[in-house]
């Protein structure tokens, strides 16, 4: 029996939680964030979102540029109120009980602003002194890497340096929900890698983590689940594996001189869902690809023919991206 790729919520507005009996520490039910006055002259950014996140899984939001992550996470830190829907966070509403919240979390907003000619550890000690229960300075500034570096003014800090030194500041306060809002934005990629390592290390010892990203390697490598946002909407989410099952596989060759794609035998019963062809090159899709290349194999073997430049692939996280944001595009153009 052939497997049914998962569903995915494509289109919907709501993310599935994080299973029966799991401890969630957010919900959010039916938020909407609206910029500017009632009527044409607001803007609805965040239009209906719903999801859970559970103790101790990294969430990731992904999407488009100006989808609304920035401002659904910026909801979920306190830092407004929701024009309509439902949050908590450890069990309270994170505006309105914004002092029982804060010192539970730990933000790495888009864009710390810091006194410029503080040093990194003047700037560490400062923000020590506001959280609860901080860790040791030197320790948090040693776990992104700028021990080493701190004596130096933030206005002579490298725009990856500063994003080391917001993260820093984040887990400061040994928080049990971390957000992060695209961590990694502006990093190397021996600077992501630690930051990726720092995560998973904070995630080993029961950090829950909310993290937006457009590094679509990132949400892969790090998140239990996610969800793809898209002009205010979730448009799909689950695990990443479920993300990307959702999508089909593709098997491309071309055929050898003298042979025409009507000389393929007939796609459907090989598990093909969609095709195309350029000429001799053939573009097979398939939520089926190990049944689609074996019977694409037999076939080939039986006719002795040679593919030339045959690719099978299953679907990657990027190439489902791709695919919402298309589909939903050109449907909203229609
Ligand atoms: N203060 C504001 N006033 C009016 N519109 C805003 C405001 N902040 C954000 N927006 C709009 O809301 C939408 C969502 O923005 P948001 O920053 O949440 O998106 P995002 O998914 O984080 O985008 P990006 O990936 O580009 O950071 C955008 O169209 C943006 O222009």
Known sequence: MSPTPPATSTATTSAPGPGPGADSVIDVTGLHRRYGPAGPEGFDAVRGVSFSVGRGEIFALLGTNGAGKTSTVELLEG???????RIRVLGHDPHRERAKVRPRIGVMLQAGGFPSDLTVAETARLW???TGGPRPVDEALALVGLLGRRTVRIKQLSGGERRRLDLALAVLGRPEVLFLDEPTTGL???GRRDTWELVKELHAEGTTVVLTTHYLEEAESLADRLAIMHRGRIAASGTPAEVIAA???RISFDLPEGWFPGDLPPLAP?????????????????HRLQETLTGLLDWAREEAL???RLDARSASLEEAFLSIAGELNGHEAR
């Open 306 to 308: 040679a593919l030339g």
């Open 188 to 190: 190397d990629p021996e």
């Open 128 to 130: 020590a002194g506001l």
């Open 270 to 286: 090989l598990g093909v869902t969609d095709h195309s062809v350029d000429g001799r090159h053939v573009l097979l899709r398939t």
């Open 247 to 249: 999508h089909p596989a």
């Open 79 to 85: 830092l407004a109120a929701p024009t309509a829907g």
